[in-house]
């Protein structure tokens, strides 16, 4: 039973990812409207020379605090899980 | 420059790694193995970020010393870096969360770990 | 580990964080930031970790110091984003003032440090809570693992 369950669910999957690899934009040439905004104007809105990093802290802040809180989240719960125990 | 490669390739091999990651995920039992699959299929999802945002002959979206004025897409790199840190961070819980049910149950079976200790 | 072993990391271990603090502060102008310095610093714990074992290194590096150092990154981060909330949260204000306010010409050009307005501060904000958030997980990890390694 669990393997039947296993294999369907499986087979389904696949079947998903390859009509997904079919009906997507060609390799190389992909649709870039909003990008080539943020390459022309990079510069001179946020005087960056690196681009990805203008984008990564100017125009999709909240995306990096939203990565922030969870590496903070992250590295609380791994000190807290392993944290020594006072010998009483 | 990568001419000579046929249309889907690279998506291909992004659906390779996805289906491989989602079938070690469903037929695993044990709790390091499982983790191993959720890391590749982090690794497939960051290869179909930067192959989603390919440009034909593009160079990194930097300004500095750039050679020629073509690049490629940045926000698929900048959602790849967000990718890459949450990974490291879930898979750093994800292991110690499995240190401590080895130290709990005496085993990383995920059906044995699953039966109640008082 | 062995007397070759200590003296090589302790030597090495120096340029893993030169090499660290330069991609952080040169993140805004060539590849790197952050994210990518403050991981190559934190390989640099993780190699004084493999040398020195994480016992010794415990003596002068604890972990609620680093819990300390990274949330305040995460502070100063989120006191740069509120710094432009007369515009908009994560407005870049610095730019066009004298501190690092810059406007490179456009197209591809040498590259000027003195640019970016609030992304460099952004990057050293995220760059300490990267390198002390990645060497907490690492140092906790390995003290964790020693400990049952003498019990047992």
Redesign the interface.
């Known amino acids: 039973m669990r393997k039947i369950a ?1 294999a369907a ?2 087979s389904v ?2 079947a998903f ?2 009509a ?3 009906v ?1 934009h ?5 649709p ?1 409207q ?2 080539d905004y ?2 022309e104007n ?24 939203g ?2 809180t ?10 807290m ?2 944290r ?1 125990r006072k010998k009483e | 420059m990568m001419v000579g490669i046929p249309f889907n390739v690279p998506f291909l091999a992004v659906a390779a790694l996805i289906g491989i990651a989602f079938y070690i995920i469903l037929s695993q039992r044990n709790l390091i193995k499982l983790v191993m699959g959720l890391g590749i299929m982090a690794s497939g999802v960051n290869l179909f970020l930067v192959t989603l945002g390919y440009r034909e002959g593009g160079v990194a979206p930097i300004y500095t010393h750039a050679p020629i004025e073509r690049m490629v897409l940045p926000v698929p790199q900048a959602l790849t870096l967000t990718s890459i840190v949450i990974a490291v961070a879930t898979l750093a819980l994800m292991l110690s969360m499995v240190v401590h049910i080895y130290r709990h149950t005496g085993s990383i079976d995920s059906e044995e770990s699953r039966t109640m200790k008082g | 580990m062995s007397k070759i072993v200590r003296t090589m990391s302790s030597i090495l271990s120096l340029f893993i964080f030169v090499y660290g603090s330069y991609i952080i502060m040169h993140g805004h102008l060539t590849p790197g930031g952050g994210f990518q310095g403050g991981a190559v610093f934190a390989s640099g714990v993780a190699l004084l970790i493999v040398a020195f074992g994480s016992q010794n290194l415990h003596k002068s590096l604890k972990e609620h110091h680093l819990s300390i150092l990274e949330s305040g990154g995460a502070l100063i981060f989120i006191g740069l984003a509120f710094g432009g909330i007369a515009t908009v949260f994560f407005y870049n204000f610095l730019v066009g003032s004298p501190i690092f306010g810059h406007i490179p010409p456009p197209g591809p050009n040498p590259g000027d440090i003195w640019t970016a307005g609030v992304i460099p501060f952004m990057n050293l904000a995220v760059g300490l809570k990267v390198i002390a958030g990645l060497s907490a997980i690492l140092l906790v990890m390995a003290l964790a693992t020693t400990i049952t390694e003498v019990e047992e």
């Not at chain 1, 020379?49 to 990096?64: E, H, I």
């Not at chain 1, 989240?73 to 000190?79: D, E, F, L, N």
């Open positions: 296993m669910s499986l999957f696949i990812l390859i997904a690899t079919l997507i060609p390799f190389g040439y992909p870039s909003m990008d943020i390459i990079a510069q001179s809105e946020t005087g960056a020379n690196n681009v990805v990093t203008a984008v990564v802290f100017d125009y999709r802040g909240f995306d990096t605090l990565e922030a969870i590496l903070f989240t992250a590295v609380t719960g791994v000190v899980l392993f020594r």
